[in-house]
Structure formats: structure tokens, C-alpha cells
């Protein structure tokens, strides 16, 4: 991510941001947004209105500008459909020089909504989810797409990583004694994986629709944060956004809930989902590579300060944790959608 902005550099950028947009003109600077991802985020009042404005943490390598591309497409066609969100502006993308510093720049609409707190997932919240899939997944694909496969590796390679780590802070044996469950979490992948392109429904979709990507306006909810955007299965989306907002850390699965989601789905025109292997293995394989890229960054792969690091080990070893009980609970999600009518 980048490093922090001073003064200066939020004054120049929402002058250079508010003219190449035709915002009109800035009443102030860049506001810094918490809770930001990957990307910056600003909030910026011109004499047209309120704009989050991003400086995205980008690439120029060519697959960055092509999955950028494919994400925004996909986000402005479910703006144009009627999906509940922030408008997007156009162009998607900007690169303005800021005090003789090329930045790249997106911009939306602002929104005026609230944080979706776990507190506030009731069953309105959890009937737009099902709803707003749903919507997602009827928009029309263009030809046959094939959903990327983040391949995770074999417990043998994660070792060769851990045994070349020479870790001190405990990382190592953490890891290494959930080995068994990467082991278990593969093998079920692997068994799965020939029968995802003719039991599976690919669709452009946002993959990664969770609370912290929605905010509570006075109409309703609204759909955040289309960056990774991009070719999925519509079965593994809609089993794990029904577990996100079915699941606390504190009461575990609420299976009404889940129930709900899925029933939403169906009933807004969703696809079935069955509680067959390729369906539940979606889950998995996420999982683990989540895992396995947490990892990778805590050992000193990825250029992080020391904090990031260490927050990416903590992180890495609450994924190997969810992935466990991923592993014990896979059956109560298959008996969940049973239940559940598939036509």
C-alpha cells in the first residue's frame, strides 16, 4: 500500500482530481477514509457534490490493466442493471500527476450510508444479499469463460517454506501443526476439481460481497468496493456470502440464516445450489489460498514493513483455523442446502 499523503499532496490531488473529473471546484482537500483495503480512499467536497475518491495501489504489468478493465465493466453493467451501489464514474481511471508524481486515480459518487456492523445483519440485510446475487448472477456472459484456479500447493511445499523460514515468533509451529488440515482441505479440492466446469455455473460476478463491503443508506443497502470483480462460479459465491452472513465468532452458524440467503437467491432467480463436493470444495480452495498467500507475506516474501507482517502471520493462522472448522462443518452446510429446494 502506499504511504501516507501529507497536506500538500491531498490539496494538489483534489485540484488535479476535481478537474479531470469535472467535479467543479474542491471546497477543502482530500479527506482520508478509515478502513480502506489494498487502495487509499478520500473523501472529497466539491461545489457538485461529495466523491470517495481511490488512489489505487496498482501495477503496470499487462494482467493488472486487463482484470482492471474486466472489474469495472462488470460494475458499471450491474450499475446500469440497477444493483444497489455507489455510481461509478467514468473514465474508470485516471493517471494525473500530483506534485511530479504520477498517481492513478477512480472515483464515485459518495455515499452517506453507515458501516454494516455485525449487529445490524438481520433478515432485510440478509434478503438483499440473496437478492443482489441473484441480480449478479442473470447478467448476460459473454461467450464461455472460464473462472481463474489459484491452484493452492501441496502440505509438502508449505513445509519447504516453513523449513527455509527459520522463523522465531512461534509462525512455524503454528502453521506446521495444522499441516494436516491443508492436507485434508487439498485432497478434497483435487478429488473435486474435473467435475467444476460441468457441474458449476460460471458467471461475472463481484466475489466478494461480505459487511465490510456494505453500507447501510436510508434506502437500503448498498454494494461496495468492485475491485476484484471478475469470472466465479455462482455456486461457491452464493455458499460462502451465505456463511459470511450467517456466521459470528461468537455464536457460530445460524442456520435460519443461512437458509434465508439461499432461499432469497433461489427465489430472486438464482441458480440451485446442491450439497454436492464440487460445490462445497469452492470453499476450501478459497480458503486455502487465502492461507497460503497470508503465509507467503508473513515470511518475508512480499515487501511489508514489520507491522504488516505481523498482522499477516495472525492473519494467516485465523484462516488455518476457519479452514479447520470449514473441514468439520462441511457437513451441516450439505444437510443446510438439502433442505433447501434446488429447482
Request: charged content about 25%; some cysteine; hydrophobic content about 45%.
Amino acid at each position: 500500500m502506499s504511504a501516507p499523503k501529507d497536506t500538500a499532496w491531498q490539496a494538489a490531488a483534489a485540484a488535479a482530481v476535481a478537474e479531470a473529473f469535472e467535479l467543479g471546484a474542491p471546497a477543502g482537500g482530500l479527506r482520508p477514509v478509515s478502513g480502506a483495503g489494498a487502495h487509499l480512499m478520500w473523501r472529497l467536497e466539491t461545489t457538485r457534490g461529495e466523491w470517495a475518491v481511490k488512489s489505487l495501489n496498482r501495477s503496470r504489468e499487462a494482467w493488472w490493466m486487463r482484470d482492471f478493465q474486466l472489474a469495472t465493466t462488470i460494475e458499471a453493467q450491474a450499475y446500469a442493471r440497477g444493483v444497489a451501489m455507489p455510481r461509478p464514474l467514468a473514465p474508470p481511471l485516471l493517471d494525473l500527476p500530483v506534485l511530479g508524481e504520477q498517481t492513478s486515480f477512480q472515483v464515485h459518487e459518495w455515499s452517506p450510508g453507515a458501516r454494516l456492523r455485525p449487529g445490524l445483519i438481520g433478515a432485510a440485510v440478509r434478503e438483499w444479499v440473496g437478492t443482489t446475487l441473484a441480480a449478479l448472477h442473470r447478467a448476460p456472459v459473454p461467450g464461455p469463460i472460464t473462472p481463474e484456479m489459484y491452484e493452492p500447493e501441496d502440505p509438502q511445499e508449505w513445509e519447504k517454506w516453513l523449513t527455509a523460514a527459520g522463523d522465531t515468533s512461534g509462525l512455524v509451529a503454528q502453521v506446521r501443526s495444522r499441516l494436516g488440515d491443508v492436507a485434508q482441505a487439498k485432497a478434497v479440492v483435487d478429488r473435486a476439481r474435473d467435475r467444476f466446469a460441468a457441474e458449476l455455473t460460471p458467471v461475472l460476478t463481484h466475489r466478494d460481497i461480505r459487511p465490510d463491503n456494505v453500507l447501510i443508506e436510508e434506502a437500503g443497502p448498498v454494494l461496495l468496493d468492485w475491485d476484484g470483480a471478475g469470472p466465479e462460479y455462482a455456486e461457491w459465491e452464493v455458499l460462502r456470502t451465505a456463511l459470511t452472513f450467517s456466521t459470528s465468532e461468537v455464536e457460530g452458524l445460524d442456520h435460519s440464516a443461512f437458509r434465508q440467503v439461499v432461499a432469497c437467491y433461489r427465489r430472486a432467480g438464482g441458480f440451485p445450489v446442491p450439497p454436492t463436493e464440487a460445490v462445497l470444495a469452492g470453499w476450501l480452495r478459497q480458503q486455502l489460498g487465502a492461507a497460503q498467500w497470508l503465509l507467503w507475506r508473513a515470511l518475508g516474501h512480499r515487501p511489508l514493513t514489520p507491522q504488516e507482517r505481523a498482522a499477516s502471520a495472525t492473519r494467516t493462522v485465523d484462516a488455518l483455523d476457519e479452514l479447520r472448522r470449514g473441514l468439520r462443518d462441511r457437513e451441516v452446510w450439505s444437510a443446510l442446502l438439502r433442505d433447501l429446494p434446488i429447482s
